[in-house]
């Protein structure tokens, strides 16, 4: 095991800010629904008004900082390994089998993780903030007025939302439970925090354990 340090400053802001939007987003949201009573329907829409704001702009920040830094070929998905990783989570875990993958500085998700969390950044994620925003700019016409839309009804728009909104719910579920699964279960929760992390040495690395068949480069 050497001790590496695996999340940059900026990527430990972006994804704890993130989770902390998207939570407030969820619970206001879902207020909004109808499912939940927490801060009222008044104030719920403008805290989720604010949040989504800030989560825009959050999200311009993250990939001007995904493409200069290169992080971004982390995600882009590969076809080995993804079931290993599947078996692994459904029966390997419960009977101490090994990783079927090793983690690296270079290559920090695993096969599944770069399946889910790139489906996340150019599926989920955009149609939430696309839906949203023509919410935003429907609801509120004699404030926006040069920019409102002109669309029939937001039924189709609401759903399309409410469905991107549950699929986030559902992903925060299995994301922080997975988090556990690391070498104790605390160990990538505090990586996340502090940005260390103790992995496995490079040169045990057998080809089923290489978690990509090509290793992205870092430009810093
Ligand atoms: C930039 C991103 C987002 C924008 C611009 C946005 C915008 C909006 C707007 C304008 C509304 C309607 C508020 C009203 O009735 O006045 C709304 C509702 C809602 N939002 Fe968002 N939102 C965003 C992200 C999210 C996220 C990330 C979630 C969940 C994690 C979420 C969950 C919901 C839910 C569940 C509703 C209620 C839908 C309904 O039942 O009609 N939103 N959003």
Do not use: C
């Amino acid at each position: 095991m050497k001790r590496e340090y695996v999340y940059q400053a900026f990527e430990r802001f972006w994804h704890w800010a993130q989770a902390a939007l998207i939570t407030l987003l969820g619970v206001t949201g879902f207020e909004i629904h109808g499912s939940l009573k927490f801060f009222g329907f008044r104030q719920a829409v403008e805290i989720h008004n604010f949040a989504a704001i800030t989560f825009l702009i959050l999200i311009s920040f993250a990939i001007f900082w995904h493409l200069t830094s290169g992080v971004w070929r982390q995600y882009v998905p590969t076809t080995g390994n993804v079931k290993a990783q599947i078996d692994y989570y459904i029966t390997g875990i419960f009977r101490g089998a090994p990783h079927p993958t090793k983690k690296t500085v270079l290559s920090k998700l695993n096969p599944l993780q770069k399946l889910v969390y790139a489906g996340l950044k150019v599926l989920v994620i955009p149609i939430v903030v696309t839906s949203g925003l023509i919410y935003m700019f429907y609801r509120y016409p004699q404030q926006y007025e040069i920019i409102s839309l002109n669309i029939k009804g937001l039924s189709v728009v609401a759903v399309i939302h409410t469905f991107g909104a549950f699929l986030l719910a559902a992903f925060f579920v299995m994301h922080v439970y997975l988090t556990t699964t690391g070498s104790t279960p605390t160990a990538n929760l505090k990586a996340m925090v502090t940005g260390f992390e103790d992995l496995p040495d490079e040169d045990h690395e057998t080809p089923h354990t290489a978690r990509n068949e090509r290793k992205p480069e870092l430009v810093n």
